[in-house]
């Protein structure tokens, strides 16, 4: 019932006799009752869907193995070859030839290293063949290891 406190008590009242009248508790049970009557299998129908429309897709895989290129001895170019090769080309320009130097030596690059053979030679006549023959060699070497590894052939792989 209404506090004497209050300066609203008509409100009160009115809200007092509504929970006399509808009770909270009884309320919520007719509400979970259409819910439970009506939305319930809607509910559960979606929420299968989804489940089964998740469970369904193929699973994406990226990345089985990897290989790396290891190009044969005949690649290798140490770092003195590769600055006799900038001095012999760069020759007419000292400023040319201690940049590459300069490049070379800060790259980390060993006697490990390897070029193509369009680079190696000397004068360098990169062409549009040779760069077509360097990219079979490296991306079916690698792509041959690859599957050696796995076991997989190229009809296994999809894009």
């Given at each position: 019932?209404?506090?004497?406190?209050?300066?609203?008590?008509?409100?009160?009242i009115v809200?007092?006799?509504?929970?006399?009248?509808?009770?909270?508790?009884?309320?919520?049970?007719?509400?979970l009752e259409n819910f439970q009557d009506?939305?319930?299998?809607?509910?559960?129908?979606?929420?299968l869907a989804i489940f089964y429309y998740y469970k369904s897709r193929p699973k994406p895989i990226?990345?089985?193995?990897?290989?790396?290129f290891k190009p044969p001895p005949i690649y290798r170019a140490p770092l003195p070859s590769c600055l006799e090769v900038a001095y012999m080309f760069f020759k007419d320009n000292p400023r040319l030839?201690?940049?590459?130097?300069?490049?070379?030596?800060?790259?980390?690059?060993?006697?490990?290293?390897?070029?193509p053979p369009a680079i190696l030679y000397f004068?360098?006549?990169?062409?549009?063949?040779?760069?077509?023959?360097?990219?079979?060699?490296?991306?079916?070497?690698?792509i041959d290891e690859v599957f050696s590894k796995t076991g997989l052939g190229p009809e296994d792989v999809d894009i």
């Open positions: 019932f209404p506090s004497p406190h209050t300066q609203n008590s008509k409100t009160q809200l007092h006799k509504n929970q006399a009248k509808y009770p909270l508790p009884q309320k919520m049970e007719v509400t009506f939305y319930m299998p809607i509910f559960v129908f979606v929420f990226y990345l089985l193995d990897y290989a790396c030839v201690r940049f590459h130097r300069r490049v070379l030596e800060r790259t980390g690059l060993g006697s490990e290293t390897c070029l004068p360098p006549d990169p062409t549009m063949e040779d760069a077509r023959d360097e990219a079979r060699l490296v991306i079916f070497s690698a």
